[in-house]
């Protein structure tokens, strides 16, 4: 299989809906990414995108699956297991805030946006009367990385560079 170029790789939402930002301009559906940017985080929350996508990334990128989705990853590859669906399945009672709760952690683990920002553009997208639910997404998958980063400092030292290391085939959900 041949990898796909950086400028050919488009933003892709699973539920079709809204859009985000990427390099400081609005991205939406099937918009190209600026290609400055790809390389250097990739969010798989399925086979399918990590499978499309990592590759892409620079070795220095950030790689983060949501492992009850992408269950298989390269040998070596260091990833950044964050339970999207399953939070948004036991916390909020819907999966389809997952893309939420993922755009929160994604604040917290770079730093190049604002949750409060975040929160600003997510409610001019959202439907009437979901707003509320969309800020306990974003909050809580800032917490889910919050989180993660204690874990790896206890465990490791350095909860910025912490990464989960898995064998060829091996199940991302694993431990």
């Known amino acids: 299989m ?3 170029t950086p400028s050919r790789l488009r933003a892709t939402d699973r539920n ?3 859009g985000f930002q990427v390099g400081g301009r609005d991205v939406g559906y099937g918009d190209p990414l600026p290609q400055g940017d790809i390389d250097r985080l990739c969010l798989a929350v399925s086979q399918e995108a990590y499978d499309k996508y990592h590759k892409a990334l620079k070795p220095d990128g950030i790689l983060i699956i949501d492992p009850f989705y992408v269950l298989r990853t390269e040998a070596g590859e260091k990833a950044i297991p964050l339970a999207f669906a399953q939070t948004a399945r036991d916390k909020l009672g819907r999966e389809v805030v997952a893309n939420v ?3 929160g952690a994604i604040a917290e683990i770079t730093r190049r946006v604002t949750l ?3 929160e600003k553009s997510l409610y001019g997208r959202v439907p009437k009367g979901t707003e509320e639910k969309n800020r306990q997404a ?4 800032a917490e889910l990385a919050r989180t993660w980063k204690r874990t790896c400092a206890e465990s490791r030292g350095d909860g910025a560079t912490c990464m989960k290391r898995r064998d060829a085939g ?3 959900n694993a431990s």
């Open 138 to 141: 974003l909050a809580l998958g």
């Open 101 to 103: 709760i993922a755009c």
């Open 16 to 18: 079709r809906e809204g």
């Open 2 to 4: 041949t990898a796909r």
């Open 116 to 118: 409060t920002s975040l």
């Open 170 to 172: 091996t199940p991302a």
